[in-house]
């Protein structure tokens, strides 16, 4: 038999331990609701914003984002504030009552339609028909507000349309970037105003990640609605919206794209089916970027980070090819090594290197070699220039390191209109420049040249204005919401001219002779006269990479016009085709 006092004495241990146990779950329990509230578990987790969470039902009306436009203050974002009825799902309750039915009429709805697409709504969400919001009147939102019918709110609405989207890889995409939020010293003070969350749409690409702290804008417009645990809107609680009240923000940016002619660049890839490409159309007197178009399309609510659809093909160097004659040409001519009517006839001299010579001996001045890209008179001239005098005249050119608008911006002393903007190169560091070989394949635009069809069409720029050498201009300006200047950028070019008028003046007249007599003589069937130079790049026996460079109308230049597509069957001109119905477009434009 048990002794009592140890009985008691086992107790009472029992007892000791059970308190000790309820007042660390009193403390525990303590600590989370009063102390851990903001940053519970090693996760950072907001209980009272959880809590909030689970209670609310919300509509986003606006993400509070800057518009991005045209020239011409179009939405190249196709964005537009509209009329529209917002329905939260509790409605469901209500679906057979006599204000539904009210409903339908002020909408001209059926009311089986109506009560179906209520019926299946599972989260907040505007009244759609396809997909689209319907739009509704000013006096249908007042009779639509008389009816009083929580969950049903008729007000506005920023309505993004896709199919009015344009220049998406020139705009960029928006995307979660939790851990750069938290950790990015630029966004603490809007995280602690509440502007931002670790959860908030940011710029990934384009535009949108350039200019992302100023499009940003100072928080979401949206409308809530408190619900209880059975998804019902608490008594005396009604709907909330909070809207930020600012005349202010957020900014905008004003671009240099013109809407039209960047839907025309658009057009002409999709109607030739280019998989893979990039135009690039700049004003011929300052470079200014009126258009940049790239394929493959790529949709901006659905994108996917790890593919390369959503990347801007313009900003992008690929092998020019005989593009890059261009260079050796003003080189040449500049330093007096060759003049146009000098005459060349191959004597076999570069059959060492496997050079693609494509010309019997026959002579050609190299004005007719430039017009028919005869690849061994640029080897022979290259040769004459060396190494280099061909990459010192490249840089000047812009076609080294980037093109693209660059300079101080408020306390950034190098910042960058253009996101993601590849440099372009003659030689890569570890190339041996004193090999022949490896000047004879520079000199038509391989070995290891790369270009950006940007910097392409800034050659032609440079070509037009004598050797006078232009960043290309995406951005304007930045405007405030209520359209005053907040920002101007003005247009840059470089200090030093490039070459003599006589040297640009003689290249106006080689590219002409592309078009007369040369591989450009498709081009004669424009709507305009165009000069230009055209070059591929085998990529196989069937495919090639396909460029055309050039301007128009040849009697008073207006645009400077870059095209380049990758992969393609050998067999068709699709460069050349795409460069001729983007300027003929554009002849209609000017008419």
Request: no cysteine; glycine share 6%; charged share 25%.
């Amino acid at each position: 038999m048990a002794h009592p006092s140890r009985n008691k004495r086992r107790m009472f241990q029992v007892l000791i331990l059970l308190s000790m146990l309820w007042v660390a779950l009193l403390g525990r329990l303590s600590w989370i609701q009063i102390i851990a509230t903001r940053d519970f578990s090693s996760h950072h987790i907001d209980l009272i914003t959880n809590s909030i969470r689970q209670r609310k039902q919300e509509f986003i009306l606006s993400n509070g984002r800057g518009n991005i436009y045209d020239r011409n203050q179009q939405s190249l974002l196709g964005q537009k504030e509209i009329r529209t009825v917002i329905i939260f799902p509790f409605i469901k309750q209500e679906i057979n009552t006599e204000n539904i039915k009210t409903l339908a009429d002020i909408l001209n709805l059926n009311l089986t339609f109506l009560t179906n697409k209520m019926s299946k709504m599972k989260s907040p969400n505007y009244l759609d028909i396809d997909g689209n919001p319907i739009e509704i009147t000013f006096e249908q939102q007042k009779k639509i507000e008389a009816l009083n019918m929580p969950g049903i709110l008729a007000t506005t609405y920023t309505f993004q349309d896709a199919e009015q989207v344009l220049a998406k890889h020139v705009i960029g995409f928006l995307g979660q970037a939790p851990k750069e939020i938290l950790e990015n010293e630029t966004y603490q003070d809007f995280l602690k105003r509440g502007i931002l969350k670790k959860d908030s749409l940011i710029g990934r690409s384009g535009l949108q990640k350039s200019f992302q702290e100023l499009l940003m804008g100072v928080g979401e417009s949206k409308i809530a609605y408190f619900v209880d645990n059975q998804r019902k809107p608490l008594n005396g609680l009604a709907s909330k919206y909070q809207i930020p009240e600012d005349p202010y923000y957020p900014l905008s940016l004003v671009t240099t794209i013109d809407k039209e002619v960047q839907s025309f660049a658009e057009k002409e890839l999709r109607k030739y089916g280019i998989e893979d490409g990039s135009v690039v159309v700049l004003d011929a007197k300052n470079a200014d970027i009126l258009a940049m178009a790239s394929a493959p399309d790529f949709q901006l609510d659905r994108v996917n980070p790890t593919s390369t659809d959503w990347n801007n093909k313009a900003v992008q160097v690929i092998e020019p090819g005989s593009i890059f004659k261009t260079v050796v040409a003003i080189a040449g001519l500049e330093e007096g090594v060759v003049t146009p009517q000098e005459k060349f006839a191959y004597q076999g001299e570069y059959d060492f290197y496997h050079f693609s010579v494509d010309q019997d001996s026959e002579e050609m001045t190299f004005s007719d070699g430039y017009a028919d890209s005869i690849n061994f008179i640029f080897g022979k001239v290259a040769e004459w220039l060396g190494p280099e005098k061909i990459e010192e005249y490249a840089d000047k050119l812009g076609l080294v390191g980037q093109v693209g608008w660059r300079g101080r911006f408020f306390n950034n002393e190098s910042f960058q209109q253009i996101d993601n903007e590849q440099k372009n190169r003659v030689f890569h560091e570890n190339t041996n420049k004193k090999d022949l070989g490896s000047i004879l394949r520079t000199a038509i635009g391989q070995q290891d040249v790369r270009i950006s069809p940007l910097a392409a069409a800034n050659l032609v720029v440079t070509v037009l204005n004598d050797g006078e050498v232009y960043q290309p201009r995406l951005v304007e300006k930045v405007v405030y919401k209520n359209g005053a200047d907040y920002y101007q950028f003005s247009i840059h070019k470089n200090e030093e001219k490039v070459g003599s008028p006589r040297t640009y003046e003689e290249m106006r007249k080689m590219m002409e002779k592309v078009v007369e007599e040369g591989t450009g003589k498709i081009l004669r069937q424009a709507k305009w006269k165009l000069a230009g130079k055209s070059g591929t790049a085998e990529t196989d026996k069937t495919k090639n990479n396909q460029w055309f460079i050039g301007y128009g109308p040849v009697e008073s230049p207006k645009y400077a016009v870059a095209v380049a597509v990758k992969n393609v069957s050998t067999s068709k001109p699709l460069a050349k085709q795409v460069f001729m119905g983007i300027m003929d477009d554009l002849a209609d434009y000017e008419d």
